[in-house]
């Protein structure tokens, strides 16, 4: 991860991240279970142990006070043991619900409307790769004149994915036959004069841990690598309603973190010698590299944006709530979002659309319109910013900062309150040790291909000492954060900075709060470390995207989708693609 440093190594080292509800529990489950139900023979606890231990909470007693504890401690580890061995599956959620509104303040209603910005797409190219590389909404208008069938474009991808898939090992499960099939069945409805919408017979790459029936979900971890779906997630019948053409499973790292999964590493289509960040590896690689329209991403705490900002695409981290996560892999159940990755801005608000909508399914889902008008006019937005954060981010952090004056917003200088943010981390690593408890007490956590420190192994590990107590100060102070953020937001339509300025992303991930991460610029770095790769950065410089952030009010992604876009447009760097894929 590139940018400004936010701490717990580096939002747990560059959009380790992402994630969303369903699966199974796995073999290791049922063994860690019988286990579980022979008798207990474990010692008493004693003084001295508890003593020993003190040190691991932070706190101090007495001999007297020691004497007390250790009284009652046997029996609450014997309620903790049988609770362990109850059956807990991915798909249960727990029955304290995140919600990202207060009720102090009220928020706007609004329609479901889309409005394209309504630019010609302009003839359609010869060249095979123009049309890949090409966004969603000049796809779905060379669609509709017939200059192109999505049988034929579905073909393009497909073969793109042959030539170009294993050098970035970017897809786990490659499905032609579905979406040929689909193809047809889009082409079969446009010509009989049905549109379903902006995604009608555009191809797309589903993130791993987003469940298509009867088809590999493999989380990216060795475990579950001969899992198949049962059902589909509420996000995958969103897509084929809009007549979107499923192409495959794209890459995550294992358990939604990083970019090395248990076939691979996947690779920055801009420098395949490094790893594409994550957790949304494979989605924002192919779709750098047009092996699809657009890409499903998810993220818990930068898994849309840090992949992003390393394959110069454009990702939508949509407000909390706004889309189910219904059959998807649960890691953070008060954090996880799917979003979509794609290469325009405007196509985010097309493939938001689609998502949008309240799910019974899953306990977080709200009833949210979303408008989207994405030819509007920004000049007179009043958007936030810091000078001090651009002061120490880049010449394309810069320019997109001078774009947004050159567009005629009204720039406010803002300030954020130093909290100790980093404390909210206690959150993903309790709540994802939960969700994969199972793993770490039967042992199969080793089997995880990642396990340095860092690594979901020894974090999930380490997270079975955070005192019950500690978390749930945690969780009030969660709250503290939610209201500042909302008072920061009062009366602006969005904010602007470096991706990671300020503890932004963790801050607005934590809060709820929707954030765009688009093109600005390019950078020469030399390559940067690959997860769990001790070898570091190597000298030689490459010339490679990154991107810039907005961030919104909650529920008013509209607003990043108008500003996104046009400070895209006087960017003009979002047709720039990797030349080793054109």
């Known amino acids: 991860m590139s940018g400004i440093k936010t701490s ?22 049922a063994r860690q279970e019988a286990a579980s139900a022979a008798p207990a023979s474990a010692p008493a606890v004693t003084t001295e142990a508890l003593h020993c231990a003190e040190s691991l909470f932070d706190v101090s007693y ?20 049988r609770q362990r061995a109850h059956a ?45 590389f090409a966004p969603v909404w000049k796809l779905g208008q060379w669609l509709r004149r017939g200059a192109i069938t999505s049988r034929r474009l579905t073909d393009i991808y497909l073969q793109r994915i042959e030539a170009y898939g294993a050098t970035l090992e970017c897809f786990v499960t490659v499905t032609p036959e579905i979406a040929r099939a689909q193809a047809d069945a889009a082409d079969r409805e446009l010509a009989a004069g049905q549109d379903r919408g902006p995604l009608h017979g555009i191809p797309y790459g589903m993130k791993d841990i987003v469940d298509v029936a009867d088809v590999r979900a493999t989380w990216g971890a060795t475990p579950y690598q001969d899992r198949i779906a049962e059902i589909d997630a509420t996000a995958t019948v969103k897509l084929r309603e809009a007549g979107a053409v499923l192409l495959g499973k794209t890459t995550n790292g294992a358990i939604a973190y990083g970019d090395r999964w248990f076939g691979g590493i996947t690779r920055n289509p801009w420098n395949t010698e490094e790893g594409s960040s994550g957790s949304s590896a494979g989605s924002a690689s192919a779709t750098a590299a047009g092996l699809v329209a657009f890409g499903i991403g998810t993220e818990t705490l930068g898994s849309i944006v840090s992949p992003s900002n390393r394959c110069g695409t454009t990702g939508l981290r949509p ?31 097309s493939v938001l659309a689609a998502l949008n909508g309240y799910d019974a399914a899953d306990a977080g889902s709200l009833a949210l319109g979303l408008e989207i008008d994405a030819g509007r006019s920004v000049a007179g937005m009043r958007v936030g910013y810091n000078q001090a954060w651009f002061d120490s ?17 009204e720039l406010v200088e803002i300030e954020l309150p130093a909290l100790p943010y980093d404390g909210l981390f206690a959150v993903v690593e309790a709540e994802s040790a939960a969700a994969f408890e199972h793993l770490t007490l039967s042992g199969e956590d080793d089997s995880l291909v990642w396990q340095d420190p860092a690594a979901w192994p020894n974090t999930w590990r380490r997270a079975r000492f955070i005192s019950a107590v500690d978390l749930i100060n945690v969780d009030r102070f969660r709250r503290e954060v939610m209201e500042m953020m909302d008072g920061v937001m009062e009366g602006l339509d969005a904010l602007i900075g470096p991706n990671f300025a300020n503890a932004l ?34 000298a030689t410089p490459h010339r490679v995207p990154q991107t810039t952030s907005l961030w919104a009010p909650l529920f008013e992604e509209g607003n990043l989708v108008a500003l996104g876009r046009e400070l895209e447009r006087r960017l003009a760097v979002a047709d720039d693609h990797p030349p080793a894929f054109l």
């Open 8 to 29: 717990r190594r580096d939002v747990l080292k560059g959009g380790a991240i992402a994630a969303v509800t369903a699966g199974t529990a796995g073999p290791a489950l």
């Open 62 to 81: 007495s001999d007297a006070e020691r004497e007390m504890v250790v009284a009652e401690i046997d029996g609450w580890i014997d309620r903790m043991t």
């Open 88 to 132: 807990k599956p991915n798909t249960l959620s727990p029955a304290t619900v995140f919600d990202p509104r207060l009720r102090s303040r009220s928020y706007r209603d609004q329609g479901n409307a889309l409005v394209p910005s309504g630019v010609d797409a302009g003839p359609l190219p010869s060249d095979p790769a123009q049309i890949a």
């Open 319 to 349: 407000s909390f709530g706004r889309v189910s996560r219904h059959g998807a892999m649960a890691l953070c159940w008060s954090l996880d979002k799917i979003g979509p990755i794609c290469r325009s801005v405007e196509d985010t608000g």
């Open 393 to 409: 981010g880049t010449d394309a952090d810069r320019a997109a900062l001078q774009a947004a004056r050159d567009a005629g917003v």
């Open 505 to 538: 992303l963790v801050i607005t991930n934590y809060t709820g709060h929707p954030q765009l991460a688009f093109k600005s610029g390019y950078n020469q770095v030399p390559t940067r470390s690959i997860f769990g790769d001790p070898a570091g950065e190597r």
